[in-house]
């Protein structure tokens, strides 16, 4: 834990960004503004102290973190800025806002998604977008369920950067009395591996759907473990122990966890709903709907065998029976 002052501006109202604000606030010497783009969960915050929309048995302190609708005040005078906002609406508060509004800043994403018209990496957008430098840039991986985080279980993270000196900066704002965070120089591979496990989770919430049981998952999830690693090799070629909590703990608790959003979304496709209607249904946002399009755009380019990624894609976006995609799968499996 750290003992001196930091001021941190978390940006996004949803589930993580209420779980990250309650992490930071932990710490006595950190001060939290948090932007959120709905006034009236803003104003609710102020006066209840609680976010009514999401986790809303999370405690907000008020001596330590700040609600704000307006994003430049809540960016002034802070260090560090966290973006938790899906990968799908992140550039959307940030439309007409100079690019020098991180300059100097520390910022992280915590997004574990794809830009989905760019298929852009969230930290390669904010290079690209807003110059923020290769020092200024890191990742939050790890198996981390934001309703654990809001009960204050055990939890382990890990901060990614090109440089391991930025990540341990970072990691040391999000270690807490529940919370573990460990830094690693493998920005890429961290945020990659993040945005393809809510794929795989995807195919096994459509396979237990389809009524497939714990045998099968475990097949699925060790070929899983094999395509994530073909494909972070294509794209970024490096050294990495994929049996690390960043890689195969964030795939197994998303593929396993009764609170994965990406394994329900595909667990409602396998039971027979449409894509349309399990997106009515979910409260939250599923990024592996996204990414699952994303991914094999990208994979057009490098030409990595992934069937099980391809099948979520047949079944999501060509309309390709859950039943019939799995049937062809399976020969593929081992
Ligand atoms: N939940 C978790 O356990 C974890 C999530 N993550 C990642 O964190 C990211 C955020 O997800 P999460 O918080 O869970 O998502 P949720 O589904 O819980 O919340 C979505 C949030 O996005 C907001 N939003 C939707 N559209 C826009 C928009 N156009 N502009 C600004 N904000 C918008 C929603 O606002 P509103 O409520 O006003 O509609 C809401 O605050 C994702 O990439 C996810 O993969 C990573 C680790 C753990
Ligand atoms: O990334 C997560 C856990 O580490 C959250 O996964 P879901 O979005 O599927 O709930």
Redesign the pocket.
Known sequence: MLSSSRKVTVI????????LVKILAENPGTKVNWW???KK?VEHIKRHHYNP??LSDVYINPKRVTPYESLTSALKGTEYVVL???????K??FSGISGKIFEKKQVIS????LLPDDHLLVTDWLARDFSVSKENLSA?GGP????E?ALGKQSYLTIASHSLESAAKVASILTCRFVSAGASDDLYGVEYA?VMK?IIAMACGITHGLGYGDNFQAVLVSNAMSEIEHFLNAVDPRPRQLSASAYLGDLLVTAYSQ?S?NRLFGNMIGRGYSVAAAQLEM???A?GYYAARSIHRINLRHGVPMPISEMVYQVIYENVPPATAVEALKKALH
Do not use: Q
């Open positions: 996004g109202g949803g589930s993580w960004a209420t779980a959120l783009r709905d969960d929309s999401y938790a906002i899906p990968a799908a609406f992140v959307d508060p915590a997004v574990k998604g939050i981390c369920h934001a309703e985080v993040a809510n609170f959003r409260k939250m946002i990024e």
